[in-house]
Nanobody, 121 residues
Framework: QVQLVESGGGLVQAGGSLRLSCAPSGFVFSISVMGWYRQAPGKQRDLVARIFSGGATDYADSVKGRFTISRDNAKNTVYLQMSSLRPEDTATYYC???????????????WGQGTQVTVSS
């Protein structure tokens, strides 16, 4: 079974930076899109950024210019570099990926367990 393992969350002051990382724990044949979502208490889970296998990216308006998503295809790892953090960025951040586990299998969506990011004012 494939699991997405996240790391890099924590507590930071406003204006600071953090980098999140996420990679699958088991063997995968291919990964198409990888991304980050976040969910604050009492709110829905929203897309933060995603990156496709060819390198195209997509960002939420609220993070454009502050966050950068990247991926290392050789390591099947996605990163989220977060800068100029604001208190409103405080949330649980979830990694997501669309993964094909075998050459002839279908693609499925997988989620990480979530990592907390807290930005103090």
């Amino acid at each position: 079974q494939v699991q997405l393992v996240e790391s890099g969350g924590g507590l930071v002051q406003a204006g600071g930076s953090l980098r999140l990382s996420c990679a699958p724990s088991g063997f995968v044949f291919s990964i198409s899109v990888m991304g980050w979502y976040r969910q604050a208490p009492g709110k829905q889970r929203d897309l933060v950024a995603r990156i496709f296998s060819g390198g195209a990216t997509d960002y939420a308006d609220s993070v454009k210019g502050r966050f950068t998503i990247s991926r290392d295809n050789a390591k099947n790892t996605v990163y989220l570099q977060m800068s100029s953090l604001r208190p409103e960025d405080t949330a649980t951040y979830y990694c997501a990926a669309t993964i094909r586990r075998t050459w002839n299998g279908g693609a499925n969506d997988y989620w990480g367990q979530g990592t907390q990011v807290t930005v103090s004012s």
